[in-house]
């Protein structure tokens, strides 16, 4: 498991530019499905056929980064966010262009308190003697990602983009190791999920399954003075019950726990206070569709140190596994 995360994590794919990890997600699957297809919008789509239930299980490809905006004479480069990056994360961290160009992310020294700074204070340092020889390099338009070798400390991994590679992960692992069913599955490898759960959308329309299952991180409410928040790292996977984008249907919430207490596995329950998920747009679409999602616990969500636990990862394969069959 670990060996595969690192591989995910590594592989260039800010939102929009999913082009490397999709590749890299392709290999590993191909051979163990009956066709693979890749959508308009670039989502990842493996279908395993059946004549039993249509599901379409999600977990989105794509991490969150940022985007050249401006070079100045100097050749010091700003950008925009691509998903939500925030300004502390950022700050003396290093991007990686999809070209490999590196950078190091600074401010501006007139900064004096911390309180002030912003994303437009901030300026990536690519090592160019002046524009031109940056433009050499990197285009307004380019995107980077942040680095963050993914790396294991005892059962744990820090990295980063475990938002959301790990479920990429999970999901990798249950193709590779599916049990015969009669249903007909649809693993989708969605794009853009940072910028809106856009690509969700357009596979599940065109899909249209029965119900679907999402597998994404969420936060925990267990580092010092977090928010509180029932969700805990090693506390097992977490079943989805809302988040800012959605109230989980109940028979995917049932589905979902019966089947946990089937295996016996440790689980709990997740309410996300911010932010949204892939079932947020795959429930609204075409007539509406039954839909909910296994959450992997992860601390330091978007930042380039996430931390996820192999406990928590393994079982929410076996739950994954246990639910589409
Ligand atoms: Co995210
Ligand atoms: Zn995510």
């Not at 932010?275 to 930042?303: F, Q």
Request: with cysteine; charged share 30%.
């Amino acid at each position: 498991m670990f060996e595969l995360i690192k591989k995910l994590s590594n592989a260039f794919g800010v939102s929009g530019n999913e082009e490397e990890i999709r590749e890299v997600i392709k290999n590993e699957i191909e051979k163990k499905v009956d066709y693979v297809e890749v959508d308009a919008l670039g989502n990842l789509i493996a279908v395993k056929k059946g004549k039993g239930k249509k599901i379409m299980v999600a977990a989105h490809m794509d991490e969150i980064g940022i985007m050249a905006t401006f070079i100045d004479e100097k050749g010091f480069i700003r950008f925009s966010s691509i998903g939500w990056v925030s300004e502390f994360y950022a700050l003396g961290q290093r991007v990686r262009f999809q070209n490999g160009t590196v950078g190091a992310v600074f401010y501006e020294e007139k900064v004096e308190d911390m309180k002030n700074i912003k994303l437009s204070k901030l300026y990536i340092d690519i090592g160019a003697k002046n524009r031109e020889e940056a433009e050499k390099k990197v285009r307004v338009g380019d995107t980077a990602a942040f680095m963050g070798e993914a790396l294991k400390e005892g059962d744990k991994i820090i990295s980063k983009a475990l938002d959301d590679r790990s479920g990429c992960a999970v999901v990798i692992k249950t193709i590779q190791d599916l049990p015969k069913t009669d249903n007909e599955i649809y693993f989708v490898f969605t794009v853009q999920e940072e910028l809106g759960l856009r690509g969700a959308k357009t596979a599940a329309y065109q899909i249209k399954p029965d119900l679907a299952i999402a597998v994404d991180v969420t936060l925990t409410g267990d580092t010092p003075e977090s928010k509180p928040m029932e969700v805990k790292l090693g506390g097992g996977p977490a079943i989805k019950i809302k988040d800012r984008s959605v109230i989980c249907h109940p028979k995917i919430k049932k589905l979902l726990e019966d089947n946990a207490k089937k295996l016996n596995i440790p689980y709990q329950f997740e309410i996300l206070e911010a932010g949204g998920s892939d079932p947020g747009a795959i429930h609204l679409t075409a007539g509406g569709i039954p839909s909910g999602a296994i959450s992997i616990p992860c601390r330091y969500t978007h930042s380039p140190v996430e931390m996820v636990d192999m406990g928590d990862l393994e079982n929410a394969v076996k739950l994954l596994r246990e639910s589409i069959i």
